[in-house]
């Protein structure tokens, strides 16, 4: 092992045990839920923007478009016009800075409450489909950091998953949020400094040229550079996935709701969203050079670039900055998980105890873990563990707070809607069903290419269905007002 792998490897052990000892001593200043969940809901703009970006900008940003960008060439452009692109500019610029002004835990609590009247049927199976991208991006963070302990120190792969999840898990279920943001700041930086050297190293790798880029890639094989490439059923699954589910990403909504104040909402997420549409845009292209080079490379891309064709310098902040990326996003998605069986499943109406709750509240970051352990075991991408979470939250939440807040009356000073509560519980049954369906059976996977149109489709067409030819009883409707 070189001088170089030794020093990253020293960095990455060192990093791991700040972390532990960060949630060890975050852990004293967890008083209740919203200091477990939202960290007092007191985060300022740059502190927001550090977090934000760390936390979206993990595995799949870094290391998960590069293998796209390896694996399908052009056409990995579509879930970057879905997500990082259209998603992010929509979020940035209108929904965060509404979402600010809202003291809520969860995208769930925030359709129940505001568009559903409080219905805890609502919550509880909106929890549930909130609860499968956490799990999943938690997943895909750990395949990332593994990569690096493979290729770097010839870790086995599944010790290196084992490894990384121990320590993560353990300083998010310790520290909550609180932890979370604390340690997100640092690793903020990292990530952006690793950013721009692995961003100019990798496009000298074709001499920051696209045409050079074309005809590598051209000639290892010409579909590469063909945007119609997947299909149009493939084409048009990518796009929506992304977009839905980038919208839906449990992420955002949750840096939304810690956030200090709108201000604050506005200036770290439009940050946030300028430098992460330019990662991800350089990123896809430099995994495609990678690919030309090493053509089975696929998901391990980047790594390999950096390893093999970049200056052995940053090998160290590969190292850092993937440990940092991924474990920023990993933890993000663990606590929010977290709150979607605590704060939607398990107990919605607030009856446990603060002490309970965050009782509760640390057992079920640690299950929520182990989850994503099994899947970051099973899946064969770090985007294609990714695709079924944002499929089944997209496909159905995003339909639901779109209907929601248009049919809701925004000028009655009790909640007052055109849409039928029953109807929404339906809707978000249904499309739910359908989106696991179509997304986990083979047969079914290959009729609609995944579970984003079913859902979409099926939650929408049942909602508006429902909300024809039913309307709510009273005792539904009061139950729900309260």
């Known amino acids: 092992m070189d001088g170089y792998r030794v020093a990253a490897l020293i960095l990455i052990v060192s990093y791991m045990i700040l972390c532990l000892g960060v949630g060890f001593v975050k852990k004293s200043v967890i008083t209740n839920r919203q200091d477990y969940f939202l960290a007092g809901k007191k985060t300022a703009l740059i502190v927001l923007f550090f977090t934000t970006f760390a936390s979206s900008s993990g595995a799949g940003n870094f290391i998960g478009q590069a293998g796209r960008g390896s694996l399908m060439g052009v056409s990995a452009y579509w879930w970057f016009l879905g997500e990082a692109f259209l998603a992010w500019i929509i979020f940035g610029m209108i929904i965060a800075p509404y979402l600010a002004k809202f003291k809520y835990m969860t995208m769930p609590q925030y359709i129940a409450e505001e568009l559903c009247g409080g219905d805890m049927v609502v919550r509880k199976v909106a929890g549930f489909a909130a609860l499968m991208p956490n799990i999943v991006w938690a997943g895909g963070q750990i395949m990332g950091l593994s990569y690096v302990l493979d290729q770097l120190f010839g870790i086995d792969y599944r010790i290196a998953v084992l490894v990384t999840s121990v320590v993560f898990i353990y300083y998010t279920v310790q520290g909550g949020l609180e932890a979370v943001i604390y340690t997100d700041t640092y690793q903020g930086i990292i990530q952006i400094a690793l950013a721009v050297f692995v961003i100019f190293f990798g496009l000298k790798t074709f001499g920051f040229n696209p045409s050079i880029l074309k005809e590598r890639v051209v000639d290892m094989d010409p579909t590469h550079w063909d945007l119609g490439a997947l299909g149009f059923k493939a084409t048009i699954s990518s796009f929506f996935v992304a977009f839905f589910g980038g919208l839906a990403n449990p992420i955002l909504w949750n840096r939304a709701f810690a956030a200090k104040d709108v201000r604050a909402a ?211 409707s009061s139950q729900a007002a309260r």
């Open 266 to 476: 506005k200036g770290a997420f439009r940050l946030s969203m300028i430098s992460t549409i330019v990662l991800v845009f350089f990123i896809i292209s430099i995994g495609m050079s990678a690919s030309t080079m090493n053509p089975g490379v696929g998901d391990q891309a980047l790594v390999w670039l950096i390893i093999n064709k970049m200056p052995k310098f940053l090998t160290v902040l590969l190292g850092l900055g993937v440990a940092g990326a991924t474990m920023s996003t990993a933890d993000t998605h663990l606590n929010a998980g977290a709150a979607n069986i605590v704060v939607d499943i398990i107990d919605p109406e607030e009856k446990l105890s603060e002490e309970q709750a965050i009782k509760y509240s640390r057992y079920a970051t640690f299950f929520a873990g182990i989850i994503a352990v099994g899947g970051a075991m099973t899946f064969p991408t770090i985007y294609d563990l990714a695709a079924v979470g944002y499929a089944i939250c997209g496909g159905v939440l995003i339909p639901l707070f779109v209907m929601g807040y248009i049919m809701k009356d925004k000028t009655a000073k009790t909640f007052k809607s055109k849409l039928s509560i029953k109807a929404a519980r339906f809707g978000i049954i249904v499309g739910g069903v359908s989106a696991c369906l179509f997304e986990l059976v083979p047969a079914l996977n290959a009729v609609a290419a995944g579970g984003i149109i079913p859902a979409i489709v099926f939650t929408i067409g049942t909602t508006l269905l429902v909300n024809l030819a039913v309307k709510d009883d009273e005792d539904i």
